[in-house]
């Protein structure tokens, strides 16, 4: 069946550092990919998605690129800040649902 | 336009009570869907509704179940509460149009004693 596979958190940077966080997935044919964020105390937001290979995602900084290849949509930031202080998720869309990763949390210290 | 709203946001119950949750989709949102977050299992897929059908369901027991009215309003509920079943419960209103672009209520969480 299909799946997604976060990297395990936390993941802990300092301000301005470069993010990535890694995200695989188990599906047939290509669904479409999305990185979802929950800030503390708040339901999810959309933060990108991209819906066909090497499209590239991209929202506030962040962006993920679709391979087909190596089945991966990882997240990335080139300088993170304390409030990108979140969990994390990545997901792909199949029959009328999302399949969610496990989340990963990601801490920015000042 | 006004986001996706659910009431209760928070809610107590005792096993063995049932419980109805309500979500108001995004205007002009046609789809809504339920999830169920807990530290445990992470974010699992409940029910997806689209013009008042159910068109998919994900694997829970019976006691949980939804509708959806022709205003896109929709309701989940559970019956005979277990603690098991104490989450954050989440809804998520899409235009159908958009593939997988789901907006998220800010959830109701639900405590069973």
């Known amino acids: 069946g299909n799946s997604v596979t976060q990297m395990e958190g936390p993941v802990t940077l300092s301000e301005e550092a470069f993010l990535t966080i890694n995200c695989t997935y188990t599906?047939?044919?290509?669904?479409?990919l999305f990185w979802y964020v929950q800030y503390p105390g708040e339901g999810l937001q959309l933060l990108l998605k991209?819906?066909?290979a090497d499209d590239k995602g991209s929202n506030k900084g962040f962006e993920a690129t679709y391979r087909k290849e190596t089945t991966s949509f990882h997240l990335e930031k080139g300088s993170v800040q304390v409030s990108d202080s979140a969990v994390y998720f990545c997901?792909?869309?199949?029959?009328?649902?999302?399949?969610w990763g496990a989340g990963t949390k990601l801490i920015i210290k000042p | 336009k006004a986001g996706v709203t659910q009431t209760p946001r928070y809610l107590i119950k005792t096993r063995g009570q049932q419980v109805t949750l309500s979500c108001s989709p995004i205007?002009?949102?046609?789809?809504v869907s339920w999830y169920q977050q807990t530290p445990g299992q992470g974010l699992q897929f409940l029910f997806e509704?689209?013009?008042?059908?159910?068109?998919n369901k994900g694997n829970f027991p019976g006691r949980f179940s939804g509708r959806q009215f022709s205003n896109s309003r929709s309701e989940m509920n559970v019956s005979t509460l277990e603690l098991g079943d104490s989450a954050l419960y989440l809804c998520?209103?899409?235009?159908?149009?958009?593939?997988?672009?789901?907006?998220f209520g800010p959830g109701t969480r639900l405590l069973v004693l």
């Open positions: 998520a209103s899409r235009n159908f149009s958009g593939v997988g672009d789901q907006y």
């Open positions: 205007s002009g949102h046609r789809s």
């Open positions: 509704y689209f013009s008042e059908t159910q068109r």
């Open positions: 599906a047939t044919g290509y669904p479409s």
């Open positions: 991209a819906t066909k």
């Open positions: 997901a792909l869309w199949s029959n009328y649902q999302l399949i």
